[in-house]
């Protein structure tokens, strides 16, 4: 079993920048990959980073690269999303999974954060 929380969400202006935590806890969390996905209002649920075990294979989705960085800090059981140059169209809740694969497919996570809203206005 894994648990995940997330954290950071909020309301900002297009351009600025928010920091998403997910505090993982359970047995050799450090062995799961680690991926962010967000979903808005009447929308699919969409891979945005994730970064594989022992912090490797960081990815991003094209939507997210150039702006978004990826980490994880093993020894506080957290993997970080640091969003940078925000717009509007990154308005969505937000999730952390875990999973043993580092995999853009969601049926590929098995464990599921409860999300955190972040909204970017114009």
């Known amino acids: 079993q894994v648990h995940l929380a997330e954290s950071g969400g909020g309301l900002v202006q297009a351009g600025g920048s928010l920091r998403l935590s997910c505090v993982a806890s359970g047995r050799i969390v450090s062995m799961y990959a680690i991926g962010w996905f967000r979903q808005a209002p009447g929308k699919e649920r969409t891979f945005v980073a994730v970064i594989g075990q022992n912090g490797f294979s960081p990815s991003l989705a094209d939507s997210a690269n150039g702006r978004f960085i990826i980490s994880r800090d093993n020894a506080k059981n957290t993997v970080y999303l640091q969003m940078n140059s925000l717009q509007p169209e990154d308005t969505a809740v937000y999730f952390c999974?875990?999973?043993?694969?580092?995999?853009?497919?969601?049926?590929?996570?098995?464990?599921w954060g409860q999300g955190t809203q972040v909204t970017v206005s114009s």
């Open positions: 999974a875990a999973g043993a694969l580092a995999s853009r497919r969601l049926e590929g996570f098995h464990y």
